[in-house]
């Protein structure tokens, strides 16, 4: 996430004096900074137009719930191992080097050293979302080692609040984290720290919201970074806690000037040069909104902003924002993997995605949201390159055309170090949906859930290696007998979804984008068995480029391992697609093209490819000569 050109501002701290400072750096380098100088605050005005309805407006309509990180449990396979992974890099790092610029700030004891990167001078950039990925994983998993070094860290933090710097970025992170040490780490001083802070954030932010339409807009002095994403988590804290203040301080962020641009579209046509992942995470915002306020006028503009980037801004992977830039509807797109590396910056845009389509899921209702999370899930932050020693982590997926590999950012301890560990967390909440009547399975990840129907304890378990495989089974354990539907996604791409119950065909609807259901009295022992064929399909990049294609197979895109000679003749047809294309009969997922040459790479999972591997996601017959 970077601005060009960008002036330093000066700092403002609790309890001290900030200390002005000034220098033009790029807005990675600026949030990466080892100096990490707060905003200089201004206090100022509400901006008053798309505010809520007030104390008497009815809350958004909630038709589903997630189980809210309890009940669910991943089963051994890639996405259990993905998570625990970043788990353990986590529990092993060192809670005073994580502490240590805090400490070191305040004039207390600071063993322990600086962790280096964006967190050279502090972890401020990232800490709050290491703390909300650490409370949630600790209530999903039951894990008191990890729910431990949190309330640790959080409770050492607290010592040196006086001295934290309070600047929008960080800020709405921390508050997030803070409600989440509070709602699933049961932390007793959390929500006394988080009163604090945001008092002193009511008292010094600045309100000027200058336009943010621009990613080469000098920031002047004070001027706060991405306000515009600070009323989701305001929103959450009043929620939890009924205090008007952080109501009313979030309605100061709103963000009507961008909003309001999707009120009546799907498709703007004045949105070129806007930051890609903070203005869609920007809609999690206006999602808070309409929960808080039930104003529909908040619902119109999320379904049409999820709209907009599934038309206009997504790449076959659900990625987006090529150099972290929305782009305009005239082929820019298509264009983008001519001239860039930086094509979807993986960690922080997933999480942003994963957000907004489970709110849409939660206020619709609607299975179809669904699947941009199963896209970004597997081609997203499931491609990604692991967190490792030192922080390294992964920040942009490539997709050039020619050849492309995954590479660690150049720097430590990113704005993609907090939300990978987010992303990851957050699985288990995205598997599964529930109602007053039924279940539903959004993700067909191996899992287990377990929950009261009609107050007995019933068990799903979830077996299947889809989306290398076509077969999902779903098997129910319970005493004794209960009636509901169970219901699950039929993915947009998907035909011909067959289940069969107990080993005998099941009649059903089953139509792509919407939920199929099996409603029956349930027995012990039950076994649904989902078939959903997975097929090839071309898909183009954009309109204006209809012959530029990567290849799905199901949900997953393939990459084809870069080798000399990287693109058979790819058929115009997804029929004979598939005809062309023959699976290597020893690898789930592998294929090779009919007539392909022994030097001819396979086409497997953008998700196994690995760190330096070569591999080429789209082709273009027209640029394939002069590109290679």
Request: glycine share 8%.
């Amino acid at each position: 996430m970077k601005e060009e050109s960008t002036h330093q501002p000066a700092g403002v701290k609790i309890g001290s004096a900030a200390v002005p400072r000034s220098a033009e750096l790029t807005r990675r380098e600026f949030l990466g900074s080892v100096t990490m100088a707060s905003a200089a605050l201004a206090s100022g005005a509400a901006f008053g137009a798309l505010q809520p309805d007030g104390d008497t407006a009815i809350p958004g309509k909630v038709r589903l719930e997630s189980f809210d990180f309890a009940g669910v449990k991943l089963r051994p396979g890639r996405w259990q191992k993905q998570y625990a992974d970043a788990r353990d890099f986590y529990l092993s790092l060192s809670n005073d080097d994580i502490l240590h610029g805090f400490r070191a700030a305040a004039g207390l004891p600071a063993p322990g050293k600086p962790l280096g990167g964006w967190a050279s001078k502090n972890s401020y950039e990232t800490f709050g979302q290491w703390l909300m990925a650490m409370a949630r994983a600790s209530r999903a998993n039951d894990d008191q080692a990890l729910r431990d070094k949190a309330a640790l860290l959080l409770t050492e933090w607290g010592k040196t609040i006086e001295n934290t710097d309070i600047r929008p970025y960080a800020f709405e992170k921390m508050v997030g984290g803070l409600v989440d040490m509070h709602q699933y780490a049961t932390h007793p001083e959390a929500l006394g720290l988080l009163e604090k802070i945001t008092d002193h954030a009511i008292a010094t932010l600045n309100r000027a919201r200058l336009p943010a339409q621009n990613l080469t807009i000098k920031m002047t002095q004070g001027d706060p970074l991405e306000w515009y994403t600070l009323a989701e988590n305001l929103y959450r804290a009043y929620q939890i806690t009924g205090q008007q203040k952080y109501r009313e301080f979030a309605e100061v962020w709103l963000y009507p000037q961008y909003w309001e641009k999707f009120l009546a579209s799907a498709n703007p046509t004045d949105v070129r040069g806007f930051h890609a992942y903070s203005h869609l995470n920007t809609f999690s915002s206006a999602a808070m909104a309409y929960a808080v306020s039930g104003d529909p006028k908040y619902l119109r503009i999320i379904r049409h902003g999820y709209d907009f980037f599934q038309n206009v801004q997504c790449y076959a992977t659900g990625g987006y924002g090529p150099a972290e830039k929305l782009m305009p509807d005239d082929g820019a797109l298509g264009d983008s993997l001519e001239v860039r590396i930086d094509n979807f910056e993986t960690p922080c845009g997933a999480w942003a995605g994963f957000k907004l389509s489970q709110y849409l899921m939660r206020f619709t209702g609607e299975a179809r949201y669904g699947d941009w999370i199963e896209t970004l899930l597997y081609n997203g932050i499931g491609a990604a390159l692991p967190i490792t020693t030192g922080g390294r982590n992964f920040y942009y997926s490539s997709y050039a055309l020619g050849s492309a590999l995954k590479a660690y950012d150049q720097s430590t301890f990113t704005c993609c170090s907090g939300t990978y560990f987010q992303n990851v967390a957050e699985y288990q909440n995205l598997i599964y949906l529930r109602d007053a009547d039924g279940l539903y399975v959004n993700l067909y990840l191996p899992s287990e859930v377990v929950w009261q129907v009609a107050g007995a304890a019933v068990k799903l378990v979830l077996e299947t290696r889809y989306p290398e495989s076509e077969l999902v089974s779903l098997k129910l354990e319970l005493d004794g007998s209960a009636q509901f539907p169970l219901k699950f996604r039929v993915p947009q791409w998907a035909g011909d979804v067959t289940a069969k119950l107990n080993g005998a065909d099941q009649p059903m609807a089953a139509q792509p984008g919407m939920w199929a259901v099996i409603e029956r009295t349930w027995q012990d022992g039950d076994v649904v068995e989902i078939r959903i064929p997975l097929k090839l399909r071309r898909v183009p990049v954009d309109r204006e480029h209809p012959d530029r294609v990567a290849i799905m197979h199901g949900p997953v895109v393939l990459a084809q391992e870069a080798v000399h000679d990287p693109l058979p003749a790819i058929p115009k047809r997804n029929e004979a697609l598939n005809q062309y294309f023959k699976p290597v009969d020893d690898q789930a997922g592998v294929f090779l093209a009919q007539d392909d040459l022994p030097a001819r790479g396979a086409f497997r999972p953008f998700y196994t490819f690995g760190e330096g591997e070569r591999y080429h996601i789209y082709f273009d017959p027209k640029l394939r000569r002069q590109l290679w």
